[in-house]
């Protein structure tokens, strides 16, 4: 998902450009819904996955920069009072939260009549279909881009997973839902069709399964050859924290 800059990178170029437009209107109809036809859905999740740096923002001039004004007397000196504690953003209802702290709004969607299952309509947003937040058995699937137009979007994340790593939803209601990584998988898309029943079935135990595109760009109807899927599974309810 997201916009392909170049076949191996973060650096592209139109013609990359064009490849993904058609990748997202045809793509969305033949590959993936071949790759999971075990299933009977079709997920979109082509898209950038290079090795973008992170880069952190720079401390400002002035909050690096020791006072010059002079030191109050101890006369002037107030009582030393205890800093406050930072200000927690509040969690917004509908969102998933990932390990590294991105974060995506969740799109209940569900497929067309062709099998597919529309795709995010921006980098803040991840696309679920499939089993219900806690559900008796089934698979939570849920798909976002990597990138759009050069900037990261937070499923990029899911290539730097780890298993035991926790993954927090906060449905419409604000309650809250807690997955662990279990598994961690790079996948040639390929192999997908070899797995499809037991990652986004609809039976068999619950769990979430996360995904998006990786690998090389290799163009065509399959964008780019991997999949980078995150499976997850329920630890802990908004019942039971």
Request: a negative charge; hydrophobic letters at 40%; aromatic letters at 8%.
């Given at each position: 998902m997201g916009r392909p800059l170049s076949e191996d990178g973060p650096h592209g170029s139109a013609a990359a450009e064009q490849t993904r437009q058609?990748?997202?209107?045809?793509g969305r109809t033949t590959s993936l819904i071949a790759v999971l036809a075990a299933v009977?859905?079709?997920?979109?999740?082509?898209g950038l996955v290079g090795n973008p740096s992170v880069v952190p923002g720079s401390a400002s001039a002035a909050g690096d920069t020791p006072s010059?004004?002079?030191?109050?007397?101890?006369?002037?000196?107030?009582?030393?009072?205890?800093?406050?504690?930072?200000a927690e953003h509040a969690r917004q209802p509908g969102t998933i939260y990932l390990a590294d702290g991105g974060s995506a709004r969740l799109v209940r969607e569900e497929v067309d009549a062709?099998?597919?299952?529309?795709?995010?309509?921006?980098?803040?947003?991840?696309?679920?279909?499939?089993?219900?937040?806690?559900?008796?058995?089934?698979?939570?699937?849920?798909?976002?881009?990597?990138?759009?137009?050069?900037?990261?979007?937070?499923?990029?994340?899911l290539h730097r997973a780890e298993v035991g790593e926790r993954i927090e939803i906060v449905d419409v209601d604000g309650g809250e839902w807690t997955y662990q990584t279990s598994e961690v998988l790079t996948l040639h898309k390929d192999e997908l069709p070899g797995r499809a029943a037991d990652l986004f079935g609809q039976d068999g135990d619950h769990r979430l399964?996360?995904?998006?595109?990786?690998?090389?760009?290799?163009?065509?109807?399959?964008?780019?050859?991997?999949?980078?899927?995150?499976?997850a599974t329920l630890v802990g309810t908004p019942d039971v924290a």
């Open positions: 058609r990748f997202w209107t045809r009977t859905i079709g997920i979109t999740v082509g010059a004004e002079a030191e109050p007397t101890a006369e002037e000196t107030p009582e030393a009072q205890p800093a406050p504690p930072p062709t099998g597919t299952l529309p795709v995010p309509d921006s980098l803040g947003e991840a696309t679920w279909w499939g089993a219900g937040l806690g559900a008796a058995a089934g698979a939570s699937v849920m798909a976002g881009h990597v990138n759009w137009q050069g900037a990261l979007g937070p499923f990029d994340q399964v996360l995904v998006t595109c990786g690998g090389r760009y290799v163009g065509g109807p399959s964008g780019y050859e991997d999949n980078r899927i995150v499976v």
